[in-house]
């Protein structure tokens, strides 16, 4: 039966294992307390390193992708999953217009009552982050006006402090602010295992959460960090905090 007080959330990322990485002690969270969780995901990361896996083709490689994503949607209690199989790091190259129309169509179909996306600055830079992000923001402010007013959905960043404390890449230059955090301290092993489920990736598990793909899951925090931008159709200026000074929010 449904809950009378249940909340729809739409998770909007460009790669299978972005929503375990940024978000998937919160996926857990709220699907355990009830909550509906969609997860879109733009590609099928056909140009991601294959770890101990063979693939003669992208194609193959993708369709793996998929059955792990498909996996950890399972682990983490994603309700529905999209998928929009652009190809893996071509979303800077697509019509920006139709991708937000599609991106829009999307919400307003569903009328989720909370959108999460990558910040501008994709939290790596990669471009297909920071390309959804842009995409999803404004695929928010037009779908707005086709909501009703007194329902209007909340758009939350989602990002990883101190991520580069794990990788050696360069970061990006301007960083969001980060304004929230979630306790995910009871979904630790939920996050953990939809890691694991991410197989191929085993080179960026073990970079940002070594340990885990050996089931050692005392790597991960207690908290993932959230910057809320859009509430009640309006732009939010996110005050200025460091994170030991964040307050823990639920998402709905």
Known sequence: MKNHSQQKLLFIFPHPDDE????????AKVHHLGHEVTLLCATSGCKGKSGEFQFATREQLALHREEELQKACSILGVTQLILYRYPDGSLIEQDMDQLVDRIRTTIIELEPDVIV????????????????SLATEKAVILAEQQYPASKLPRLLYTSIPHYYDHCQDSGPS?????????DI????IHKGQALQAHKSQVYSVNRAYPGVMESDFTVIG?????????????AIDPPVKSVNELPTIDLV
């Open 20 to 27: 375990s990485f940024a978000a998937g002690g919160t996926i």
């Open 117 to 132: 996306t990558f910040p501008p600055d994709g939290v790596t830079g990669h471009a297909d982050h920071i390309t959804i």
């Open 174 to 182: 301007n960083k969001c602010l980060i304004t929230s955090k979630v």
């Open 222 to 234: 207690n908290y993932e960090y959230y910057t809320l931008v859009r509430d009640n159709g309006q």
């Open 185 to 188: 301290s009871d979904y630790r």
